[in-house]
C-alpha cells in the first residue's frame, strides 16, 4: 500500500487545516488508516484513525477539534482540523493497517504559529 499526504501548511492559531491521504488500492480492503503526528523532538503519535467500517478513535488533545473521514470511492482518508493550536505543530504522518502489516506515508508538516 503506498500513501501520498498532502495538505499541510502554515497557520494561524485558531484556524483549519484539511489533510489529505490518497492509498494506492481501494481503502476497503485496509482495515484500519490513520493519522500520526510527530512534534519536533518527540515520538510519533497517534491523531485519529478510521476503520474500513466507519468506526473512529480520537487522542484526547484531538476531541472536538478534529474530524477524520473518509471517501471509499476515492481511495482517501480526510483530516479536519479546526481551532488549530501552536502544539498541533508537527509532520502529520498518514498510516494504513492492512493484514498485520503497517504502512506508511511521508509527512506532511503543519505549522501553527501563536
Known amino acids: 500500500v503506498q500513501l501520498q499526504a498532502s495538505g499541510g501548511g502554515l497557520v494561524q492559531a485558531g484556524g483549519s487545516l484539511r489533510l489529505s491521504c490518497v492509498a494506492s488500492e481501494s481503502i476497503l480492503s485496509i482495515n484500519i488508516m490513520g493519522w500520526y503526528r510527530q512534534a519536533p523532538g518527540k515520538g510519533r503519535e497517534m491523531v485519529a484513525i478510521?476503520?474500513?467500517?466507519?468506526?473512529?478513535q480520537y487522542a484526547d488533545s484531538a476531541k472536538g477539534r478534529f474530524t477524520i473521514s473518509r471517501d471509499n470511492s476515492k481511495n482517501t482518508v480526510y483530516l479536519q482540523m479546526n481551532s488549530l493550536k501552536p502544539d498541533d505543530t508537527g509532520a502529520y504522518y498518514c498510516?494504513?493497517?492492512?493484514?498485520?502489516?503497517?504502512?506508511w506515508g511521508q509527512g506532511t508538516l503543519v505549522t501553527v504559529s501563536s
Open positions: 498510516n494504513a493497517y492492512k493484514s498485520g502489516r503497517y504502512y
Open positions: 478510521i476503520s474500513n467500517m466507519g468506526s473512529t
